[in-house]
């Protein structure tokens, strides 16, 4: 017996789908996805029409849904990120229906409770057997842990598992069984790896990101969680990165040793897992080939699936345990409410992904930043749309000066203690007024083009079209 | 002050203005900006305070933004007048 | 307090506008090698303007002007000084004439701005061979000067030799600076370390200056600054020891006695003033409470 289907569109015609259902995709080929564009070329050219996608994030790469936009093919769109260029596009309100914004935790929470009800799966893996067992630790599209994947596996009524690299029957290091598997389908490509993981992650070398990397590790330090059994994720960018690197200097000089990294997963990170700082990873996504590598070889580096990672209805996730968390902003509010879903001029860029977890999960969780960036504040008076809740932002550090919720004295007494800048929060703004001068606050009409359900699956905000 | 010749200050990086000026008979600006929707009152007022200040009654003005601060579009403007009213020099 | 001085280009805006956060002691605009010819005019406006309006409250402002043999550097001086700046800082020094004429020109344009004369101070930056055989006659020519400040990459061209990171080569120049200044009363900054990831090199570099005299050192890259700080700001050690030597002075007051010894040597003068300037630095750097 096979599932292998002849073609793609077979496979979609055997899964029934019908307009007006839903389907889904991981995202863990990033930028260099082939098969999201991939099927929903094909359901076009089948006659489907009024089709929601709902995929774990949206990439530049996948701009051709702006014309099946256009022609109707696709009528809904839910999504936990969607990259600036693309975003772009949407805000300028080609959607009737308003985007769903979903968080990496309350995606697959809504799958697994019904809430969010999934026809067609599309299951990407780099490597699959006939059967549908498959992974993405191997294969020339290789992308490491595929978090994303697992709830649209478990849940749809119909999966469909894309591969460029067929193995014999049984592969036996899957991550996705072929208990849930429908079809399996065999294309030349399912993802170009120059746009799938970097080649290596790299630090940054911008002085001001590596100021704010050491404050920021500074905190971590003053807080009193730095201490065995630390627990730590960090995103991907510039400062977030560099206070890795910094983190791992002081933890080996104090013979420190941690308990778990989480989260989106790069090379500093398996270097700390390497090095002894910390006795595990725990795998959602990887952005780097080193991260890919160490997931295959090293039994201490595990995939863990996003409703682990973070479901706040599961019994318990991995953020539930976290220490500590460092995470970026478009803008930070002086209640420290933060928006992570459009740029500083209201167009969609981003949207929660792990941000609104992380915050709610971590003892302390921290927004590195700097003060002002190309004469846009990080700091403002009201966020254009709350992404993530002040209640769960501890800490905002920025070169000019730490700010530290009011409901957090305790770290606020720490820090002073350990003799940081510490600021309130207006002062910060004020400081970012000086330097920007005055200016004119983006302004909104009041047509709604994306709904922000927080993790928990009540609506939070929305985001309002920018008016030109 | 008449400007004699286009000049131009300024670089395309994040937090730098480009400023490019011409001879004309008015002023006239004309503005592109990464903080547009926020800053582009603020770009103008500054343009025309610069112009006054030098005297200057005539010049086509283009500028292309990246987040430059106020004292950096003052010092660009600056730098591109005179430029433009110097004999001999680029 | 001097101990790192951070070289930063004086055409750049978005290092301007930061460059106070970057925790140097002094941060030195630098007109000169950083800009090219046909900005100066750029670059000179640039830097008036940042220091009129962005406040650098947390460092102390050196602008490094063109050197006097070009033609930019009394447009510098004009432009900059009524901005106030705290330290001007000229390059190729090459001896008490160079000095004097720049002298003049900066208590001109004080004086044509109602500025205090003498504000402005000087640091200059000897890196040619003659500039170093005249070092004294420098580091006294003006009461504005207050401090030397060595630049090896052009004197080991001057010198004709390699410039390497272990600095025997500018051994003589590096003592000779401090002796000069030490004998005008004044201040010695050490050469920058060129290589911007080698922080086990600068941090040997920055010791081995310390452990000659030099009060500080300057830096191109600011992934440098933690490390000068570091290195020239006074251990613990340092600061227990200023604190016994003033215990045992008050000790020796209460008991009568004129001469007072603290482990087994004699409390003189010189190391009276050393414990001073201990604590006064770690005040600086520390805050009162490490008192």
Partial sequence: MSKLANSLEEAIRSSGLKNGMTISFHHHLRNGDHVLNLVLDTIAKMGLADITVNASSLFDIHMPIIEHIKNGVVTGVETDYMSSALGREFSSGILKKPIIFRTHGGRPSDIINGKSHIDVAFVAAPTSDDMGNCTGKIGKSACGSLGYAFADAACADKVIVVTDNLVAYPLTDFSIAETCVDYVVQVPSIGDPRGIVSGTTTMTKDPIALKIAKYAVKCIQASGLLKDGFSFQTGAGGASLAAAAYLKDVMLEKKIKGSYVMGGITGYLVDMLEAGCFQAIMDVQCFDIKAINSLQNNPKHREVTAEHYASPTAKSCIVDSLDAVILGATEIDLNFNVNVHTDSNGYIMGGAGGHSDAAAGAKLAMIVAPLVRARVPIVCEKVQCISTPGSTVDVLVTQRGIAVNPNRNDLKELFKKAGLPVVSIEELYAKAKEIVGDYVPVQTSDKVIAKIIYRDGTEIDTIKQVKE | MNLIKKAIAGTLESSDIMVTVEPASTLKIDLKSSVEKQFSTSIKNTVLAVAKKMNITGANIILVDHGALDCTIRARLETAFLRATKEGQA | ?291
């Fill in chain 3, 1 to 291: 307090m001097r101990r790192s001085l951070l070289f930063l280009p004086g055409n750049n805006p978005g290092m301007l506008g930061n460059g106070d956060t970057l925790d140097a002691d002094g941060i030195i605009l630098d007109l000169e090698d950083a800009v090219a010819p046909n900005e100066k005019d750029a670059a000179r406006i640039l830097v008036r303007n940042a220091l009129q309006t962005l406040h650098y409250k947390a460092c102390e402002i050196i602008v490094r002007i063109n050197g006097l043999d070009t033609s930019y550097w009394q447009d510098d001086l004009e432009a900059i000084i009524p901005a106030g700046p705290d330290i001007i800082m000229p390059t190729k020094v090459s001896g008490a004439d160079y000095i004097h004429e720049l002298a003049a020109k900066i208590t001109a344009v004080e004086k044509s701005c109602g500025m205090e004369i003498g504000k402005t101070k000087v640091l200059p930056l000897l890196e040619t061979a003659v500039g170093v055989e005249n070092a004294y006659p420098i580091a006294i020519a003006d009461k504005r000067i207050i401090g030397l400040f060595l630049g090896a990459e052009d004197l080991t061209a001057d010198l004709r030799c390699k410039r390497t990171k272990e600095g025997q080569e500018i051994f003589y120049a590096r003592t000779r600076l401090v002796m000069a200044a030490r004998a005008a009363g004044v201040d010695a900054y050490d050469t920058p370390f060129t290589d911007a990831n080698d922080l086990e090199g600068l941090r040997k570099d920055a010791i081995l200056a310390r452990s000659l005299g030099f009060s500080g050192k300057t830096a191109i890259n600011p992934r440098h600054i933690d490390c000068i700080n570091e290195v020239f700001s006074p251990s613990q050690a340092d600061i227990e020891y200023a604190k016994e030597v003033f215990a045992a002075i008050e000790e020796g007051k209460k008991l009568g006695k004129g001469a007072v010894a603290l482990r087994g040597k004699m409390i003189d003068k010189p190391i009276v003033a050393r414990a001073q300037q201990v604590l006064d630095a770690a005040k600086a750097i520390y805050g009162g409470d490490i008192l």
